[in-house]
């Protein structure tokens, strides 16, 4: 097996695996979660976790504070309280519980910061000149600390892909441990850009980079590159995990974020979780997804599994 | 202190600078914690209970009592003898079949070569292919219920007979039946033509596909046949003779005897076949090898295997470890070409097993009609004694054993998948086939090594290479003595791929062109 | 003519070498339709096939994984050293068998177009009979016709020259070995034939040539668990069913007398459909 050496900050050299993949296999391991069917009861568990691991996403260029308060209140209590008690009226809910996170650009920080107080729910700020990361480090660096300085409890930040591309894996591996030191408390979330990685292999050689240098979860997409997250790339990551996990005692989360938008998929993927990782994973601590246009089918589907019924998007808010 | 400073000189202001972070976000450090407190951990065993998820076996009618199938017509047999059928996934009844004796064959012989002299012998080739590609639609569009049907039979897993068995079975007669007119392509510069009647008897392991295989070459070359199911397996057969039926294949075209080891022993001894084709054990195999020795009856041999799975240092090793379980999980191991050797290269043996053991935790073994299953039932009473005695021998041989801790039902006839790990060539687990999810594990050194322990069987069916070397690989490939190669997948089947062993494990190919050539003669 | 003749002990043909038998016995073989010797043969015993059959899986290996364009030179220089031994052909045939000088050379032109025609399939069978299978999925599969392994060839008692060289070389063609038992009616012909091996640059052991009497060794045969094939030619029935009955147990290629010669399918008798599969991704 080839390595690639990176030097550490602290002085030192750790050698970083580069791990072959074989494409065709991990595709057809990946689609076997897709058959899996689980139970009324486990279902129901699994939607309401699945709302518990969302990191409700905003990242547009035209986003606003009013925008970002709207997606707050939504991530707060995803089933807006009329509704909740006029369907409550006929079925016995439980509680919807609030998502994870709520993921936004550095400049809306602030606004997320006073819409979440005193709400447990985090903010994450996306970070080092997301999506691309094309920008000086120390400028990255700059972003990151005022994004935690603004109140933002995790950052989301994108990997050099073009310097890993070049082979400057020290560059990329540098960085990370920088942005890791800037965090401070913050978790950090290290965006691979797997759209852009292409090949399984290069994104198992990041993967196991990024938890070297410092990565508290992995996640797969900036949610700007196609394809965002899949099935296949989320389990190459996941197995990267469980080997971080075997070597080092460290238990490093997962977040696949964009193209999930089904309660189904969702399912799919945390059965994915659950076969490879197994049941410590499945928690927002270590798992999380980044949707947006997820957490309204959750809801569908909580309400179907409930009452029998199928609801239609326009009860729920579009935010 | 500028928070410039800060990141560049970490060692001595990392401290204030922190204190000064933590002052700035005080409000959303304190959620943090909370949130954390508050966060559901899904307690193990609480969530993911995988649901029973049953198909419905509402889809498939199963008859108290089948006749055999002779002249397109259901005839009771000469012997007024039947007897019981049984699910091995639950010991339950499914009905009852007839027993063929040799005056059943005789009938059966006489009606396939009536159809040879006969209609379907004078039918042009283009009609013999319209015939096929009909049955293959038919089992497309009733491919539910023969999923269904193989399971309740065979015990294997539905997501198996669902995704595999059945799909693949009409697509042999859909590749198959573009053949009929086109034979003249099958061997390039020579003329071919068919044999006239054929005997086929084929195993309890993969019952309707492996009756695709048989049938559908055999009638694409122009030969009629009479086909023996395997007594543990009788159902898909019979309902492919449904399907015969509604297609409107001329009488006697295809003719199917129920019945034990006597009733096809009555078929390999028929003096009017001009063709035996088997599938199955080796001892049977050169049984009826043996009783057509002395005769000038064409034979092609699909035999056992004890294939090796080959696993480099430098293989995809997520990936191996998934061709392994497929190797030799799949169908409960029931396979004539299953993975049944691990050789993994010395320098990778402790982490590669460690990663096997778990993966192998996760595999679920029960009921087989549930959609979540991926080790359903072993075949038969017998089968399932015969591996629990492999297995408990081979534990005396001293071999290191491990079976993962998984639920098996109490009534019907499972067995765990296990594995034997350190084992030495001479070792009779390793020797012999097992046809069971039973798993030996040896370790090599060099790719020469390995070749030379992969080859020291007398079979020859199969092997699989896992390395991410191309040139190793195709050398390794090379050099392995085996009529399917498997590199960097395994037990992987289709149409247009030629099957077949070397040595031991048989002769005749079955599958693409090379398939052809058992039922046509070459002048 | 009064010079007195030097009658030749034939020897056999073994891992590239001529031994006698180990059995130290010998036969005549005598001009046809006369009592006159010819020559002096040596009667292989079971031990001298084994030896053969051990040489012949010896060097197997290495033949199957010579270029074929190789094997095709070697086969084309067999054709090259049986004109050069014409006169020793012609001799025997005209003066053991009673042909014509020009039915002698007849037989001598045939066998070389024999030598030249599987010389040209060399590097042909496996494009002509392999395969690459369109599966429905991503991989690659393709089937390509592998050696066998040790052939034992049975040949016909009634002398056919271009027969016996056919049967040779359809089972060389395809990287086998071959132990060949040569027929009763001109067994001499061993020495210049095997002459013609010796000096192709064909390894040693690939082709061994064997005299002697099929009774006594017919029961080593099928059951030799190192000969993977027979090539049964002679016209011995009741040799051939007991043959293809003992050759069971090691499940043998039993391949039957064949009517035809310079064909493909007689190459195709003593090769193996390998399918390899691989993945085709990233």
């Known amino acids: 097996m080839t390595s690639v050496t990176v030097k550490m900050p602290g002085g030192g050299r750790i050698s970083i695996p580069h791990f072959p993949i074989d494409m065709v296999n991990a595709n057809e391991r990946a689609s076997s979660f897709t ?11 699994a939607l ?64 997320a910061v006073e819409a979440l107080a005193g709400t447990g729910i985090n903010i994450a700020s996306v970070a080092t000149a997301f999506p691309s990361g094309q920008l000086d480090m120390r400028m990255k ?79 797969t997409s900036t949610g700007k590159v196609s394809p965002a997250a899949t099935m296949p790339v989320t389990l190459i990551m996941l197995q990267a995990i469980q080997d971080y996990y075997e070597e080092t005692g460290k238990k490093i989360g997962m977040k696949p974020a964009g193209g999930i938008r089904t309660a189904k998929q969702a399912v799919h993927y945390l059965c994915m979780v659950n076969e490879v990782l197994g049941t410590d994973w499945l928690s927002p601590d270590l798992f999380r997804f980044g949707a947006s246009a997820l957490l309204n089918d959750l809801i569908k589907q909580i309400f179907k599994q409930q009452s029998g019924q199928y609801y239609y998007d326009d009860i729920l808010s579009q935010d | ?105 005789d009938k059966a012989v006489k009606a396939a070569r009536k159809a040879y002299d006969g209609e379907w012998g004078k039918m042009s080739g283009k009609d013999r292919g319209k015939y096929l590609f009909r049955i293959a639609r038919i089992l497309q569009e009733r491919a539910r219920e023969f999923a269904v049907l193989e399971t309740l039979d065979g015990g294997k897993p539905i997501k198996e007979s669902r995704d595999v068995d059945i799909p693949l079975a009409a697509a042999h007669f859909f590749y198959n039946a573009g053949w009929a007119d086109k034979l003249e392509y099958v061997y390039p510069g020579k003329d071919v033509k068919s044999i006239g009647v054929c005997g086929q008897i084929i195993p309890w392991n993969f019952p309707l596909l492996m009756a695709a295989w048989k049938i559908a070459p055999a009638l694409a070359c122009g030969n009629t046949i009479v086909l023996k199911p395997a007594e543990q397996t009788p159902l898909t057969a019979l309902l492919l003779a449904e399907v015969c039926q509604e297609a409107g294949l001329p009488a006697g075209v295809v003719n199917i005897v129920t019945g034990e080891g006597p009733t096809g022993a009555a078929l390999v001894a028929h003096k009017d076949v001009n063709k035996i084709a088997f599938t199955g054990s080796t001892d049977i195999g050169k049984l009826i090898a043996k009783n057509v020795a002395r005769t000038n009856k064409k034979l092609t041999l699909e035999l056992g295997g004890k294939s090796a799975n080959i696993v480099f240092a430098d293989a995809a090793i997520d990936q191996a470890i998934e061709g392994v379980i497929n190797g030799i ?58 591996i629990k005695e492999m297995v408990a021998a081979a534990k005396k041989e001293g071999c290191d054993f491990y079976q993962p801790e998984v639920k098996v039902p109490r009534k019907g006839y499972y067995h765990a998948p296990c594995f034997f790990d350190n084992c030495s060539t001479s070792d009779s687990i390793v020797r012999d086939e097992v046809f069971g999810p039973v798993l030996s594990i040896m370790t090599f050194r060099t790719p020469e090594e390995a070749v030379a322990k992969a080859n020291d069987t007398q079979y020859g069916l199969a092997a699989g290479v896992w390395s991410e070397k191309g040139s190793k690989v195709h050398q390794v490939a090379g050099a392995l003595k085996a009529g399917i190669i498997w590199a960097n997948t395994y037990n992987k089947f289709d149409p247009t791929s030629p099957f077949g062993g070397y040595k031991e494990s048989g002769f005749g190919r079955e599958g693409g062109r090379h398939g052809l050539l058992p039922y046509l003669e070459v002048k | 003519m009064s010079n007195l003749k030097v009658i030749k002990t034939v020897k056999l043909f073994i891992g590239g070498e001529f031994p006698r038998t180990e059995s130290g016995r010998t036969y005549s073989f005598n001009v046809k339709g006369t009592n006159d010797q010819y020559a002096r043969l040596c009667q292989a015993s079971r031990k001298d096939f084994r030896n053969s059959v051990e040489n012949s899986r010896k060097a197997q290996p290495g ?98 020259f271009a027969k016996l060289v056919d049967s040779i070389s359809a089972i060389i063609t395809g990287g086998n070995s071959v132990v060949a038992l040569l027929g009763k009616g001109c067994p001499a012909v061993l020495a210049p034939l095997a002459e013609v091996f010796k000096t192709s640059d064909l390894p040693g052991g690939i082709i061994n040539l064997l005299t002697g009497d099929l009774d006594e060794i017919k029961g080593f045969i099928g059951n030799h668990m190192e000969v993977r094939a027979i090539s049964f030619q002679n016209e011995r029935e009741d040799v051939y069913f007991e043959m293809k009955a003992d050759a069971i147990d090691n499940m043998k290629r039993m391949i039957p007398r064949r009517d035809k010669t310079r064909s493909l399918d007689l190459i195709l008798d003593f090769v193996e459909a390998k399918t390899v599969w691989h993945p085709i991704g990233q």
């Open chain 1, 141 to 219: 660096i700059k972003e990151v600390e005022k994004c935690v300085k603004d109140g933002a409890t995790e950052i989301d930040m994108v990997i050099d892909r073009g310097a890993f591309h070049q082979g400057r894996y020290q560059k990329v591996f540098d960085e990370i441990v920088a942005v890791k030191d800037a965090c401070g408390d913050a978790h950090l979330k290290v965006i691979l850009e797997t759209g852009e990685l292409k090949t399984y292999d290069n994104v198992r050689l990041a993967s196991w980079m990024a938890m070297e240098a410092g990565a508290d979860f992995i996640k």
């Open chain 1, 35 to 45: 058959t899996r069917s689980i139970k009324k009861q486990s279902k129901m568990d």
């Open chain 2, 329 to 386: 999980f799949f169908n409960q191991g029931h396979v004539c070409c299953a993975g049944s050797r691990l050789l993994v290269e010395e320098s990778i043996h402790d982490v590669f097993v460690k990663k096997l053991k778990k993966r192998m935790s996760t595999l679920r073994v029960g009921d087989p009609m549930d959609k979540n299953t991926d080790i359903g039932a072993i075949n038969h009473k017998e089968q399932f004694d015969k």
């Open chain 2, 1 to 105: 202190m500028t928070k410039k400073k800060a990141t560049k000189k970490k060692a001595t202001t990392k401290k204030k600078a922190s204190t000064k972070k933590k002052a700035a976000k005080k409000v959303a450090k304190k959620t943090i914690k909370k949130k954390k407190v508050s966060a559901h951990k899904i307690k193990p065993g609480m969530v993911f209970e995988y649901d029973a998820a049953p198909e419905s076996s509402a889809v498939v009618n199963i008859k108290p009592k089948y006749d055999l199938f002779i002249g397109n017509e259901w005839v009771k047999p000469e012997s007024g003898k039947y007897i019981n059928n049984e699910n091995p996934a639950t010991t339950e009844s499914l009905g009852k079949f007839a027993v063929g004796n040799d005056k059943d064959v």
């Open chain 3, 63 to 160: 033949w199957a994984s010579r270029t074929a364009y190789n094997r095709s030179q070697i086969l084309y220089r067999m054709a090259e050293m049986t004109e050069g031994k014409r006169v020793e052909f012609v001799d025997l045939f005209k003066n053991a068998l009673g042909k014509s000088e020009t039915e002698a050379n007849l037989m001598v032109d045939e066998a070389i177009d024999t030598f030249v025609y599987y010389s040209g399939f060399c590097d042909k069978y496996q494009q002509v009979m392999g395969a690459v299978n369109p599966v429905a999925g991503p991989f690659h599969n393709f089937t390509t016709p592998e050696a066998t392994g040790v052939v034992t060839l049975i040949d016909a008692d009634e002398f056919n």
């Open chain 1, 48 to 111: 309401y976790l699945a709302i518990e691991m969302t990191d409700l996403t905003t990242l547009e260029g035209m986003d606003t504070p009013g925008k970002v308060k709207q997606l707050c209140a939504k991530g707060i209590h995803p089933v807006p309280q009329h509704l909740l008690k006029e369907v409550s009226k006929n079925y016995d809910f439980r509680e919807i519980p609030s998502v994870a996170a709520i993921c936004v650009y550095p400049s809306m920080v602030p606004h």
